[in-house]
């Protein structure tokens, strides 16, 4: 599976901000997706993940509340909808996959398919 994060920005403190990743060459439907991101000097986090069927959702503590991952399998595309950002949130997304049981705890350690990022900017 190929996948291309977009949406990124320049987002005022507050703001919102809707990433998109569209995936191709694989059955898109039959993943499990999720988004990390990373900022300069700090190790990659692990952000959201959403089931295959989109069924089941999972969110580490630093974003729960704030961050929305959904899926729509008939546009090969997955979302993560932002709200309320800081400037710590400032990071480059990327979008990433997995096969296999759905078992969130596991995506700490990241995912098998790795997309190319988009910038996101929160501001002061």
């Known amino acids: 599976v190929q996948l291309q994060a977009s949406g990124g920005g320049l987002v005022q403190a507050g703001g919102s901000l809707r990433v998109s990743c569209a995936a191709s060459?694989?059955?898109?439907?039959?993943?499990?997706m999720g988004w990390f991101r990373q900022a300069p000097g700090k190790e990659r986090e692990f952000v959201a993940a959403i089931s295959w069927r989109g069924s089941s959702t999972y969110y580490p503590d630093s974003v729960k509340g704030r961050f929305t991952i959904s899926r729509d399998n008939a546009k090969n595309t997955v979302y993560l909808q932002m709200n309320s950002l800081k400037p710590e949130d400032t990071a480059v997304y990327y979008c990433a996959a997995d096969r296999g049981l759905w078992v969130p705890p596991r995506y700490y350690d990241g995912m098998a398919y790795w997309g190319k990022g988009t910038q996101v900017t929160g501001l002061q």
């Open positions: 060459r694989g059955t898109f439907s039959s993943y499990n």
